[in-house]
């Protein structure tokens, strides 16, 4: 069945997509990111086993809308595309982390504790965190591009709907906030900031495409980079 032949999204169906995958998660982020579960297994596979469920939901409602073989259609340049805005992305992450983070401010601590969270990357067995990680930023976008932001198309067109979106993605992001804060320094923004900043950018690259796969390769590009390429080491 085409986009054509079926209905848009109603209001109702909207609003429960977009705050069921926003609570959904963040109820999933404040479990994974609680300090307890530093460097654990336990972390990763939480958020592998949410965006799993919910990118089966995706695809499934996708291919209702006769959209899933041209959304994930590959085509010419995608890799390069995919590589380029994670670069610009991982640029520009480096450029804050430098600018909020300095070496011997307080604020230092922020990005001490997320990478505290995430692990030592040179750690044995990190070959499979970062393998982890590629799976769990692609499935992200997924839920996030292919299902809440298509959802939001509906209604208020693709842009408008990728600024949403991102907001939303941001939001769900808002227990690190609290989890991550440092005595010193004070509640922790950083992943909040760089959701809403990388969630904003690739949903204008999947409002532009029009599909998944450019915004896929630059999301799980992105989150690997910062995994494997530390933008803080000790």
Known sequence: MSDEGRAPASPREVVLVACGVTASTGLVIDYAFDPVRAGQASML???FALYAALSALALV????????????????????????????????????????????????????????????????????????????????????????????????????????????????????LWLLRDPAAGLDPLVVVAALGCGLVWGLVAARTRRLVPALLAHALFSWSVVDFPLWRP
């Open 45 to 47: 596979v939480s958020l």
């Open 61 to 176: 409602r996708l291919h209702q809308r006769g959209e899933l073989r041209a959304r994930f259609r590959p085509v010419g340049g995608d890799m390069t595309l995919g590589a380029l805005v994670a670069l610009f992305l991982y640029g520009g992450a480096r450029i804050f982390e430098m600018g909020l983070t300095p070496r011997g401010s307080p604020r230092e601590a922020w990005i001490v504790r997320l990478y505290l969270q995430i692990g030592d990357p040179d750690a044995p067995g990190r070959g499979l965190a970062s393998a982890a990680v590629l799976g769990v930023a692609a499935l992200e976008e997924i839920v996030w591009r292919g299902l809440v932001m298509r959802t939001l198309e509906d209604v208020m067109g693709p842009f408008r709907a990728a600024v949403v979106t991102a907001v939303l993605f941001a939001i769900a992001h808002l227990p690190t």
